[in-house]
């Protein structure tokens, strides 16, 4: 799951529902797995299947007319529960961006911790975009990691996002928290030797 980002030019999978909670994106059942494989197969498992294991032929993921590596979420998304699953189910089916009007704070970061950005838009820009999306489905949404911008490429229209310079860097790096200890442990050690009481 370890990719550096760039800038990420993608169609979207919309999903324009709100409050979708983490036991939406991964029911509690399949939790008992400590190991991040497998979780993509069952996103949203109780939307794209119904009780006999049969795909929804409703249900967005399971139509073939869209596609792509960007989620376009509603409002309030990753409430409820802290379980970093969700975010592994996230990451796990293919997303690399999930773009919402407001996230959850634990489900924004533990995106961030699995190489999934989450970025934040306006009411009016998300809603725009569900437009765009419904009205030719193979819409495209460039997100410039470096510049922190995100484009809808049927309007031209794009908003600045907000990030943590440290969840950045390590983005555009691919590194996760212990990569980045690792990658500075001469400097830690060369801290403690010139700060020893």
């Not at 440290?166 to 990569?179: A, R, S, V």
Request: proline fraction near 5%; charge should be negative.
């Amino acid at each position: 799951m370890k990719q550096k980002f760039d800038i990420i030019t993608s169609t979207c999978v919309p999903l324009p529902l709100e409050n979708v909670d983490t036991d939406q994106i991964i029911p509690a059942r399949f939790l008992k797995a400590t190991d991040k494989e497998g979780f993509g197969e069952n996103l949203f498992r109780d939307w794209r299947y119904d009780k006999d294991g049969q795909p929804v032929k409703d249900f967005v993921l399971n139509d073939p007319t869209y596609g792509g590596c960007i989620l376009v979420a509603g409002k309030n998304f990753g409430s409820g529960s802290s379980r970093e699953h969700a975010a592994w189910a996230i990451a796990g089916y293919g997303f690399r961006v999930v773009i919402s009007s407001f996230f959850a704070d634990i489900h924004k970061n533990n995106e961030l911790n699995n190489f999934v950005l989450p970025v934040v838009v306006s009411e009016p820009f998300l809603a725009e975009l569900f437009e765009s999306i419904k009205h030719d489905p193979k819409t495209e949404v460039e997100v410039d990691l470096p510049r922190q911008t995100v484009t809808n490429k049927a309007t031209g229209r794009q908003e600045h996002f907000e990030i943590n310079g440290y969840k950045k860097h390590c983005l555009m790096n691919g590194l996760d928290d212990i990569d980045f200890l690792v990658q500075n442990q001469d400097k830690t050690e060369a801290w403690e030797r010139d700060n020893k009481q």
